[in-house]
């Protein structure tokens, strides 16, 4: 089985990415901050014209929040809601089973347990941290299909009923921090801010790939249309804790940020953002409406192309990718509404043209052309062993001039610190 390679680049980097892997290691991401009680709530789909002729499926959804996040959580029941009437009019009549504020330990292996129990057809997980439980319950209930959205352990294993979806969100990421640095690239030509003091403020959840890779793709967008822009990133260890997130985003606008974007769950830094009189990007959701003179755009996965894809597969019995993953060419990921009150001139122009390169693959993210590390081109991803030689089985995602971001997976792997971003810390990793 080949290596995964998010494990390969972060010996390279000596990043602390143990947690990462999703081969039965410590739980990852923030259930602790989320009361650990699931509740059960039954969405049925309407039939539609298709009357009693419909296609029953039963899903299963865990998730570590619930929709009044307003972000990550919220996002999915989108998707969820958004599958279920596709599906109604192609005559599949969708049963959702929900469970709520589930915390990435065991009331998680419960949870699979409690919705294979009860019928389910498919059970999706929401969360990093799911998937070592969800493998837990998968090899008890062959007839099932299980998900584990954004993880990387199901794809290589042995169980055929296992699944790992993503998307490749850091197109959307990179879209956004173009829309930023034409709006950084505007204040140093209104003479709003001097050159050196276009720097973006990040809140990240952990110092996992999967962050650093929408930090670095973001970063890189907003550099390819203001060269002056620097970056300072501040872990919060947790997917979702809305006053950590908030307090995150006042002390970088304090340390001089006047722009702000996140990967975390909630809205708080959109508002921190706006009390502090600075600028915004979000994720997963549309936030102008709670920052409307802070927040300039977002992106977000629409997991209703995946989960109409999963879920019609099932219903015709049909087997599905054991390992998924779509970018703007697909649909997975798109942008929320530009706030043009707000917005650099000509943004809606300039971010039409950059998503239509990254649909054709003209334009590649991570193109090793326009960052360095310590200095030098990156010229290879393969891993070293302690004697100084490379891995025997690794991929080697640098070629064609760009490395190759969820090219060999659907989970991010680029695990590489770049020069031009400074990591306040790093403990959460």
């Given at each position: ?41 039954g ?24 929709e ?74 062959e ?5 584990a ?42 003479g ?5 003091q276009?720097?973006?403020g ?25 060269p ?11 997917w ?28 708080t830094?959109a508002?921190?953002?706006?009390s502090?009189?600075?600028?915004h990007?979000?994720y997963?959701n ?30 015709n ?18 942008m ?10 000509g ?69 590489l ?13």
């Open positions: 089985m080949k290596k995964f390679l998010a494990l390969l680049l972060s010996a390279i980097m000596c990043l602390s990415l143990a947690a990462c892997g999703g081969n039965g290691g410590d739980s990852q991401s923030g259930g602790d901050q989320k009361t650990p009680e699931t509740q059960t709530g969405d049925t789909g309407d039939t539609g014209s298709t009357g009693g002729s419909a296609t029953k499926v039963k899903v299963g959804l865990i998730c570590i929040g619930d009044n996040d307003q972000g990550y959580t919220y996002n999915f029941i989108r998707g969820k809601d958004a599958a279920t009437e596709a599906l109604s009019a192609k005559g599949i009549d969708v049963e959702w089973v929900v469970k709520w504020n589930v915390a990435e330990n065991d009331g998680c292996t419960d949870a699979n347990i409690e919705l294979a129990e009860e019928g389910c057809d498919l059970i999706i997980n929401n969360s990093f941290g799911f998937e070592q439980f969800m493998l837990k319950v998968a090899p008890d209930y007839d099932i299909e299980f998900v959205c954004t993880n990387q352990a199901s794809w290589g294993d042995d169980l055929p009923n296992t699944h790992n979806a993503f998307a490749n969100i850091y197109e959307g990421r990179y879209v956004a921090g173009v829309a930023a640095g034409l709006k950084l690239q505007e204040m140093i030509d209104n709003e801010i001097t050159a050196d276009a720097v973006i990040y809140v990240g959840a952990f110092s996992f790939a999967e962050v650093i890779s929408g930090f670095t793709s973001y970063f890189l967008g907003a550099r390819s249309v203001c002056s822009v620097t970056m300072k990133v501040q872990f919060v260890g947790s979702s804790d809305a006053t950590a997130e908030g307090n995150a985003a006042s002390a970088l606008a304090d340390k001089g940020c006047v722009m702000i974007s996140q990967h975390s769950d909630n809205t830094p508002t921190t953002a706006e502090k009189g600075v600028f990007t979000g997963n549309d936030m102008t409406g709670v920052a409307p003179k802070a927040s300039i755009i977002g992106t977000r996965i629409d997991w209703s192309v995946y989960f109409e894809y999963i879920i019609e597969a099932v219903a019995g049909e087997e599905f990718d054991q390992d998924w993953c779509g970018g703007f060419d697909k649909g997975a990921v798109v929320t509404p530009l706030n043009e009150a707000i917005a650099a001139k943004t809606a122009e300039k971010l039409e043209e950059v998503e239509n390169k990254l649909r054709s693959g003209e334009l590649q993210v991570f193109d090793t052309s326009t960052f360095t590390i310590g200095g030098e081109t990156l010229t290879t991803a393969l891993a070293l062993d302690t004697d100084g030689d490379f891995v025997p089985d690794s991929e080697e995602a640098v070629f064609d001039g760009a490395f190759h971001e969820s090219y060999f997976q659907s989970a991010p792997y680029f695990a610190s770049i020069d031009g971003i400074e990591w306040l810390n790093s403990e959460f990793g």
